[in-house]
């Protein structure tokens, strides 16, 4: 069984963990993804690689305690084994050499973003990098990120830190300023992916999303994690996750991922009675 190998709290609630898994490190690409189940009768859940190591046969994974799982997934100690672990999954981003390519990370995001930040980097181009968080405590891989960008924006909406602000406000200046930008890469909170995208969309700017919308089998068998992108239906697991930002329809991507909404709130206060009743 994969085993988790290293914990870190990153900030409230965002935990980072490495698992040992050869099979799934040894041919991971950047924009991949894996599923993992905790234990037999579990869901499972999507998590992007946020980064990995070829040598050491690790994957390292970031998320946020949202949900059930992610809330038991966050409460495993070093040596836990995960049930079983499902990758790599999806497309890989596509990387070449373009010039300036700007990528935008909110939240978790910022960690999921890490390798394609990386592979960019490394293709030889001028790479841009803005994060944000709610304050400063939920900026997370700064020194991770800033290793591999020419330059690394923060942003903090209360202003504790960085820029005060959206991570778009950014963004922003560089388009008013008519700075030279050749692609722009945004992944976190599906709110923020449509503000970008729609701030580049007036400008001509190519602009690439990842989706992580409600998703089981990851193999494009069952069509749970569908998407319309230009009016077709796309399946994020399959065809993506990576997207045309401007020919996503987020509206309709919003709303499906508010699906299950009411089933995850019993399914946590059951928990929380559960644990209480233990004590």
């Known amino acids: ?7 870190k709290q990153l900030a409230p609630k965002i935990v980072h ?30 998590l992007t690689v946020a980064d990995f190591s070829r040598q050491a046969g690790t994957i390292s994974i970031i998320f946020q305690e949202v949900g059930k799982t992610t809330i038991d997934l966050g409460a495993m100690k070093e040596q836990d084994n995960i049930h079983n672990l499902l990758g790599p999954l999806g497309q890989p981003t596509h990387i070449a050499k373009l010039g300036t390519v700007v990528c935008v990370g909110g939240g978790v995001g910022t960690a999921s973003m890490h390798p394609i930040t990386r592979a ?6 001028k790479v841009i990098s803005i994060i944000g968080g709610r304050n400063k405590e939920f900026i997370i891989w700064e020194k991770e990120i800033g290793a591999i960008s020419d330059q690394l924006i923060i942003t903090t909406d209360d202003g504790s830190y960085g820029v005060k602000g959206l991570v778009t406000k ?7 300023r008519q700075e030279k930008i050749d692609l722009v890469v945004a992944i976190g909170p599906v709110i923020m992916m449509k503000a970008v995208s729609h701030l580049t969309k007036s400008c001509g700017i190519k602009t690439m999303v990842s989706l992580n919308p409600i998703m089981l089998d990851g193999t494009g068998m069952c069509g749970v994690c569908r998407v319309s992108v230009n009016n077709e239906t796309k399946f994020a697991c399959f065809h ?13 991507l919003m709303k499906r991922l508010g699906t299950y909404k009411t089933e995850e709130k019993i399914s946590i206060e059951k928990c929380e009675r559960c644990e209480n009743a233990s004590h």
């Open 240 to 252: 993506g996750p990576d997207f045309d930002g401007h020919l996503v329809d987020f509206d309709l």
């Open 1 to 7: 069984m994969p085993k988790i190998i290293k914990r």
């Open 120 to 125: 960019f980097k490394e293709a030889g181009n």
């Open 17 to 46: 963990i490495d698992i040992q898994a050869p099979d799934v490190a040894r041919t991971v690409q950047p924009g991949q993804f894996v599923i993992l189940r905790l234990h037999e009768q579990g869901e499972r859940i999507p």
């Open 170 to 176: 950014p963004l922003e200046e560089m388009i008013r």
